[in-house]
């Protein structure tokens, strides 16, 4: 009871809340900085303690120095500008071409598969086995066999993309369509609605939330699939790129091409929020005004 | 009024099957609304109300019976009536003009012109200045208005509004109440309501019809006898409270309780 009252209270008096929720944030910041600097803390410390084995490794095995295995910031940065061109005009723009076609085509591929799952019964109990058990089979073997048999070109590499993006789209895009409110369709049914036209405007709309949520995860598969594929066998590509610094053993390069691939990978996940903002203005003004984020992200 | 709008039931029946047992929803329920007549429903919770709305807007056949709109059997009902539901049911992505043009939308008229006349409608229904704002920002009353003016711009002669206040604080429902009865007037609509509250059905209503505890049964007509306008009658006249104690007396016998339980 003293709970409720305290609730109401706090509900009603506006000045109260406004305080209290600034001690509150107060809180929660200073928490979240200890949380974040202890992780930092002890991820640095593992870290250290790897690279002090791998050199002492290196040493005794290969005669390898320290900078051989760990190329200092700048020596990346000479990569970079040795490469610039060949980089920003093959490489990237392929790897760019095959993730953003390969997520376009999971997208499609992913919500038509929800919505026909979400259509009929008996699709769902066909397709939904089909979905999982195509998780259960590695998709690298399947993807190696794909290039080996389809061949250098960007086609396959885009199947790829596909293959990693379409199943979270799929899966989170029907969850959203089957969570859809019964009592909204059947409003518009009695409104006179045929069921597509309540399709489109209770069941769609009411799936977008969790459709991005699904989309965010294929983002950041998305190049990494792209990379895979190239990595098999291509004429460009960062994966290509990366393959051949690893076989010449020059591990500048490679760090490059990592750090490109996680920049790419950021870079796209950050559109797909842009765009769930602007596309879900009603999801963030209402329901996630207290939520200020997880950084960047 | 250039239409003569009516709807007919007659002898209505539903049943439904819950886990092997036949439920008994309706069982020969009959009413006829005259045109621009404002009819309220009360009854125990589980008397089939919703049911008989369910079955006038088509979401559900009745068992036996039949349901008629303007004086002809009719082999569609969905979309004949407009049709308000107890939760509000605003489209939480829509904007509150985007969820009142829902209905010529459905219809498949313009949108701008659509548009156009919720907004001229704003202002009466209180909203004047949210037509951008989504539901989840508005109050409670204010998303029942937005959701009434829904009902109202699907411009059906009939509606069946199903406990509309019932989930307001007493101050903002009789607000609504009033309201409610400056724009039935103005509109000329035929008004199926069904509520909880007995003081509200005789405020509100031409007539009033009482359901008994399952099977739902019609068991009470009540005229109300009233002058409109009502807006400005006092709720604690004697006339209103007498009928008010009519009804309840009706539900109690219709609850199957004799008198009220003696205090121990």
């Known amino acids: 009871m003293a709970v409720g009252e305290r609730a109401d209270r706090a509900a009603s008096g506006a000045g109260t809340v406004s305080a209290r929720s600034w001690a509150a944030r ?132 885009i199947t790829v993309v596909v293959l990693f993006c379409f199943f979270p789209i799929a899966l989170n895009t029907f969850g959203g369509l089957q969570s859809a409110d019964p009592e909204l369709v059947s409003l518009l049914r009695a409104m006179g609605a045929s069921s597509r036209q309540a399709w489109l405007k209770v069941r769609l709309p009411a799936a977008m939330p969790s459709f991005f949520g699904g989309l965010r995860i294929a983002a950041t598969y998305s190049v990494v699939g792209a990379i895979f594929g190239e990595y098999i066998t291509a004429q460009h590509g960062l994966g290509v790129f990366l393959k051949r610094s690893y076989s010449s053993f020059r591990l500048d390069q490679a760090y490059l091409a990592i750090i490109l691939t996680a920049a790419l990978s950021l870079l796209l996940v950050l559109l797909v929020n842009l765009v769930e903002r602007l596309a879900l203005r009603w999801y963030y003004t209402s329901r996630r005004s207290d939520w200020r984020g997880p950084g960047i992200y | 009024m250039a239409e003569t709008p009516c709807l007919d039931v007659r002898g209505v029946s539903k049943t439904f099957r819950d886990g092997g047992q036949t439920v008994t929803a309706l ?99 209180g909203l004047a200045g949210f037509e951008d704002a989504f539901p989840d920002t508005l109050s409670g009353g204010m998303r029942q208005r937005a959701a009434l003016l829904r009902t109202f711009l699907t411009d059906r002669d009939v509606l069946l509004l199903d406990e509309p206040f019932g989930a307001l604080d007493a101050l903002t429902r009789r607000e609504l109440q009033r309201w409610l009865l400056d724009v039935w007037q103005r509109f000329q609509k035929t008004i199926l309501f069904i509520t909880h509250d007995v003081e509200e059905a005789v405020f509100l209503a031409d007539r009033v019809l009482v359901f008994s505890a399952r099977p739902g049964r019609i068991v009470k007509e009540l005229h109300v006898t009233l002058p409109r306008p009502r807006q400005s009658i006092s709720l604690l006249s004697t006339e209103l409270r007498e009928m008010e104690a009519e009804l309840l007396d009706t539900l109690r016998a219709a609850n199957g309780d004799p008198a009220l339980p003696d205090a121990r």
């Open chain 1, 26 to 157: 107060l809180g929660q910041d200073v928490a979240r900085i200890v949380v974040l600097s202890a992780v930092a803390g002890l991820m640095l410390a593992f870290f250290a303690s790897g690279v002090y084995q791998l050199v002492a490794e290196a040493r005794a095995v290969e005669n390898l120095t320290f900078e051989d295995i760990l190329p200092s910031p700048g020596e990346i940065l000479d990569a970079w500008r040795a490469h610039e061109t060949l980089l920003l005009d093959r490489h990237i723009p392929e790897t760019l071409w095959e993730t953003l076609a390969g997520l376009s085509m999971a997208v499609v591929l992913g919500v038509t598969i929800a919505a026909l799952m979400d259509f009929s019964p008996l699709l769902r109990w066909v397709l939904y086995p089909v979905l999982v058990v195509s998780q259960t089979i590695p998709i690298f073997a399947i993807a190696i066999l794909l290039i080996l048999v389809f061949g250098f070109g960007s086609g396959p590499k």
């Open chain 2, 27 to 125: 069982e020969n329920v009959s009413l006829a609304a005259r045109p621009g007549e404002f009819i309220t429903i009360i009854g125990p919770s589980g008397s089939g109300k919703s049911t008989l709305f369910n079955l006038i807007t088509g979401l559900a056949e009745p068992d036996t019976g039949e349901i008629v709109f303007d004086c002809g059997p009719v082999r569609k009902r969905a979309g004949r009536v407009g049709y308000m539901p107890q939760r509000d049911l605003l489209l939480p992505w829509r904007t509150v003009l985007d969820n009142v043009i829902l209905g010529p939308e459905l219809d498949g008229r313009p949108r701008r012109e659509a548009r156009r006349r919720a907004r001229e409608m704003m202002p009466l229904f």
